[in-house]
T-cell receptor, first 113, second 113 residues
């Protein structure tokens, strides 16, 4: 049972345009959401996060939006660059001491020059 | 460079054997997490250690065990290996802050033949 779902396995966008990666979750006990980027042969790299008490967090070209009522979050990359081509993972963290993360299966983003 | 070091990078072994994967966390990080990524699966949480003590267990098989040593490095032991254990094994570390993200190593690719 996937508690964190990334329904699009892949996404292709043109350089300079906006990339929107989506993530849905089912558990109301998540208190933190994170996005990671992964290049081949490397470990995932932290990109941006958002607390459940916020609805938006921005860091340069990356913005994460959280819609708690819909249990949905999205990562916007503007403008997209070829170097952004990677697999993007959404992760949700349980509130509490162990801070266990539940991961989506990832979305492979290809930014075409 | 995440600061998390995993060795070896690649491991090829036969069914029934036992292997040990090693992880050195980022300097100052007390938490170490182990994850498994199989071909069709996302990142599956295995186990979390904090300052030498086990904090949380995920989908870790009884054939697998882990420990964190006084110098904070961690080892993941996989025994009675099966073909299905072939996967990428990632280690991650994090600081103590509630919003501290995980920092991942580049993984150990285990192939069981």
């Amino acid at each position: 049972d996937q508690q964190v779902k990334q329904n699009s396995p892949s996404l292709s966008v043109q350089e300079g345009r906006i990339s929107i990666l989506n993530c849905d979750y089912t558990n109301s006990m998540f208190d933190y959401f994170l996005w990671y980027k992964k290049y081949p042969a490397e470990g995932p790299t932290f990109l941006i996060s958002i607390s459940s008490i916020k609805d938006k967090n921005e860091d340069g070209r990356f913005t994460v939006f959280l819609n708690k009522s819909a249990k949905h979050l999205s990562l916007h990359i503007v403008p997209s660059q070829p170097g952004d081509s990677a697999v993007y993972f959404c992760a949700a963290r349980y509130a509490g001491n162990n801070r266990k993360l539940i991961w989506g299966l990832g979305t492979s983003l290809a930014v075409n020059p | 460079d995440s600061g998390v070091t995993q060795t070896p990078k690649h491991l090829i072994t036969a069914t029934g054997q036992r292997v040990t994967l090693r992880c050195s966390p980022r300097s100052g990080d007390l938490s170490v997490y182990w994850y498994q990524q199989s071909l069709d699966q996302g990142l599956q949480f295995l186990i979390h250690y904090y300052n030498g003590e086990e904090r949380a267990k995920g989908n870790i098989l009884e054939r697998f065990s882990a420990q964190q040593f006084p110098d904070l490095h961690s080892e993941l032991n996989l025994s009675s290996l099966e073909l299905g254990d072939s996967a990428l094994y990632f280690c991650a570390s994090s600081g103590q802050g509630s919003g501290s993200p995980l920092h991942f190593g580049n993984g150990t690719r285990l192939t069981v033949t």
